[in-house]
């Protein structure tokens, strides 16, 4: 496979864009999810029209404040996929951080927990997990939104949290959620073709010798379905 550099891009995304930059707007594909969700009630989509400019408030607060922070999660996603939809925004930060923000109203600070700003949902990955300090460190590419540029996750740091957050999931049963993350480690590596090993190599240092090859094992499959794919599309051609 081919190395995939931090400043590779995916092709056209099919997400709501501005017309003029045609970059990704944060809070249209978040107010977008809420309002298309089907569990959604008349009062929520009423709420969801003001989601743009809460995150628009969001992001220039994190800039006022100088505050170190990477867009991870479904948003993120979309800078290299088409299609991702979510209802809520993914950030590594550190504790730190987190507190010269009393903006966003938090009632743990375990590594990873759920954050709210002026009702807008934030999941928090803290930097006390090596992992996620990592992300933040070494796989961060600075991107424009509409709202403004923003460090976004590489294509790499993306997969290695997923990869990661894989066996939990599976100890915990949550089969739709497993789902969509085997779905997004497989458009990323069908998109971009990354070298693996360095990502699993780097895993070894995080998970057990259980959960890596649980994690090789699923990847391994997701080749194989890829494999299958681009021999049907050359078939097609």
């Known amino acids: 496979m081919l190395p995939l550099s931090q400043d590779s891009y995916g092709g056209e995304l099919a997400v709501m864009r501005s017309h003029d930059q045609h ?41 006022e404040r100088k505050t170190e922070y990477v867009l991870v999660g479904g948003i993120a996603m979309l800078q290299y996929v088409a299609g991702r939809n979510t209802e809520d925004i993914d950030l590594i930060m550190a504790v730190s951080s987190l507190k010269e923000l009393p903006e966003i109203q938090t009632s743990s600070q375990d590594a990873d927990f759920a954050g709210k700003f002026e009702g807008l949902q934030i999941d928090l990955l803290l930097t006390s997990n090596p992992l996620f300090e990592l992300v933040k460190q070494s796989h961060t ?62 895993l070894s240092r995080h998970l057990s010798e259980t959960d890596l090859a649980s994690v090789r094992e699923i990847v391994a499959e997701i080749g194989q379905r890829i494999e299958r794919f681009d021999k049907g599309s050359d078939g097609r051609e």
């Not at 996750?153 to 997923?162: D, F, M, W």
């Open 141 to 202: 590419a600075t991107r424009r939104f509409v709202e403004e540029e923003i460090p976004c996750a590489t294509v790499e740091g993306l997969l290695l949290l997923k990869m990661y957050a894989l066996p939990s999931l599976y100890r915990q049963g949550n089969f739709s959620r497993v789902g969509l993350y085997e779905n997004d480690i497989a458009t990323l590596i069908q998109g971009y073709r990354p070298d693996l090993e360095p990502l699993f190599e780097e």
């Open 23 to 63: 970059t990704i707007h944060i809070g249209g594909v978040i107010r977008n999810a809420v309002v298309f969700n089907p569990g959604t009630s008349h009062g929520d989509a009423m709420d969801a029209e003001t989601l743009i400019e809460t995150v628009g408030r969001l992001f220039a607060l994190l800039q």
